[in-house]
T-cell receptor, first 110, second 110 residues
């Protein structure tokens, strides 16, 4: 089976712009979670989607949003980018209790 | 939320057993404990998961005492390729509560 894929792998944006990241889960996985990873804060949970519905949400501002499509693919959007949004954004799909992570999208905000 | 605490770093030599302990004093009844391994520029990779007592798989063991306020990941006979960051995650099965530790950087030397 193909693993979790994320596009793009690298992205450079400027403050105030918005960005959309994409995640394709492992075939058959209906749960997709998003995480932000930074050197200072480590891995922080953003939100989780299951069958096109946001099931859980972490403690992030409303600028961070997401959605899931009927084929379980998911997108994450960050609006009005800030310098502090520079991070590795990880997507994970799961079935049962085990999460499988993608390689991440490295977002740099200038 | 169950806050987790791990050592920032650990050093070891090839062939030794390494034990990494994670403290999670406020773990809830429904929470499971999962450990992940992460290499640079990659997403975390599942190692092992447990609820109580001891769990063993082909790569590691997980020891959880009766009070479940801590857990210890045991890596037998480490090799250079085990040099990575190891994360402890406490979460319920539905990921409605989810807390990652800040990670332990394990350096294995020849």
């Amino acid at each position: 089976k193909a693993g979790v894929t994320q596009t793009p792998r690298y992205l450079i944006k400027t403050r105030g712009q918005q960005v959309t990241l994409s995640c394709s889960p492992i075939s058959g996985h209906r749960s997709v979670s998003w995480y932000q990873q930074t050197p200072g804060q480590g891995l922080q949970f953003l939100f989780e989607y299951f069958s096109e519905t946001q099931r859980n949400k972490g403690n992030f501002p409303g600028r961070f949003s997401g959605r899931q499509f009927s084929n379980s693919r998911s997108e994450m959007n960050v609006s009005t980018l800030e310098l502090g949004d520079s991070a590795l954004y990880l997507c994970a799909s799961s079935i049962g209790g085990e999460q499988f992570f993608g390689p991440g999208t490295r977002l740099t905000v200038l | 939320l169950a806050k987790t605490t791990q050592p920032i770093s650990m050093d070891s030599y090839e062939g030794q057993e390494v034990n990494i302990t994670c403290s999670h004093n406020n773990i809830a009844t429904n929470d499971y404990i999962t450990w992940y391994q992460q290499f640079p520029s990659q997403g975390p990779r599942f190692i092992i998961q447990g609820y109580k007592t001891k769990v063993t798989n082909e790569v590691a063991s997980l020891f959880i005492p009766a009070d479940r306020k801590s857990s210890t990941l045991s890596l037998p006979r480490v090799s250079l390729s085990d040099t990575a960051v190891y994360y402890c995650l406490v979460a319920d099965s539905g990921y409605s509560t989810l807390t990652f530790g800040k990670g332990t950087m394990l350096l294995v030397s020849p």
